[in-house]
């Protein structure tokens, strides 16, 4: 289809009353009938360096599975997953050449704050992806706790079917690996879907980082991300929430300080649920102890609260900027207020534990990630 034509399309489709996101669908579908000068590759344990011809190699005697294929041989999945040991790293893939990552489906099973994701572009020694499993797929409040999410970026489907849509270009190879921090030997069944095909030197490159403050210090504003440099664009927020007092904890403001702006934003939000494209609480209700919300998963955001025993009360947000993403040219930082109420109409200034995941495209070569918390400063405890 001629983009000028489905460009009118699309206007005359809005105007009809189609939602952006069907009209958005019906894009991907109008480009299925067009040739690509692309080859279509993918990275399992099946074939972990996604070669032509070469998945569902493995023979019994190096297979994950083999005592379940052991009737059967070879080419009856008889390497579906790999097991990482405590404290090992393992590198889930490696690509050599120019390509496009297009999709991640992953299911993993241990801590997922302590199973480190990290994705490293066009020979980068520093990774331009570093976060825990979970938070990366907006799930980050652990393993039996995973939201169901679907949206455009993101899907988390039953019971922890993680699926990332985010395009990862790369120009000359990438690699992706996952470090077990934790105490028991983590197991990941997962799929790298990519298509090897020329990358323009100007395309930019994908980045995610995590951070995460518990508690947040009185008065203290959390930051999302900082020490952005160079240019590109902001398309992601992922915030795990959780309210350490009683009361409404998501009265905050985000604030977006793009290049060279110091104490005042250009962009400030009017708070934490309204960010996320929610309102008035999410519909907060409270019977007692006890509080309920109203979650939702939509194409561009989501909010769900997760049920916990324990005095604090857990929630996941996410808002993915596909139409609408945040513009930089010099630098970047992103922070968000923690604040509830208090007696006579009063802010109250929070001491939340919270946990962020930025998402992001720039130009290489980006300024080195923070260290990541210590282990005891990443965990989840009940």
Known sequence: MNKSLFASMSIILVALGWPLVAVSQTAALGQLCQLKNA???SISPENFTGEKGKGGMATLEEGSASRAAREL????????YVR????????LGEISGSGVINHIWMTPVGDYRLMILRFYWDGETEPSVEVPV????AAGWGMGKEPRITSLAVCVNPRSGFNSYWQMPF?????VTMENRGEKRATVYYQIDYSLEDVAESTPCFHAQFRRVNPLPEKE???IVDGIRGVGHYV????AHGANSPGWWGEGEIKFFIDGDVEFPTICGTGEEDYFCGSYGYNEQQDGDIYTYESFTSPYTGFYHVPHDG??????????HITDPVLFKQDLRVTIQSLGWQSEGRYLPLQDDLASVAYWYQTEPHSPFPKLPEKEQLVIKD
């Open 221 to 223: 504003v959390y930051t």
């Open 73 to 80: 041989g070879q080419g009856w999945k008889v390497n579906p």
């Open 311 to 320: 005095a604090q009360r857990r929630f996941g947000q996410y808002r993915w």
């Open 39 to 41: 080859e279509t590759r």
């Open 84 to 91: 990482i040991e405590p404290g090992a790293t393992f590198t």
């Open 236 to 239: 992601g927020t992922y915030l």
């Open 171 to 175: 120009r000359t190879g990438c690699r």
């Open 134 to 137: 979970g938070d990366f797929f």
